[in-house]
């Protein structure tokens, strides 16, 4: 429950948006052709997941889905 508490906080969140800014930043310009669009396309997760507060992990663990949830 820890983990979820940490992902639920401002500071997890803003690291889950930073890695999916990254991974987007990666795949675009760095990595280039297919494997570069596929990275850019994962990186939309942490991104999303960071900017709605929600850990798509956290039901593997046993822990709530939602960040308001966790908290």
Do not use: E, Y
Not at 37 to 46: F, K, S, T
């Amino acid at each position: 429950m820890a983990f979820a508490k940490f992902m639920a906080s401002p500071i997890g969140r803003g690291v889950r948006i930073v890695v999916g800014l990254a991974m987007i930043g990666a795949g675009l310009f760095v990595v280039g052709d297919v494997a570069g669009i596929i990275l850019a396309v994962v990186g939309v997760l942490p991104l999303a997941a960071g900017a709605l507060n929600f850990c798509a992990i956290s039901p593997i663990i046993g822990a709530p889905f939602w960040g308001k949830d966790a908290v």
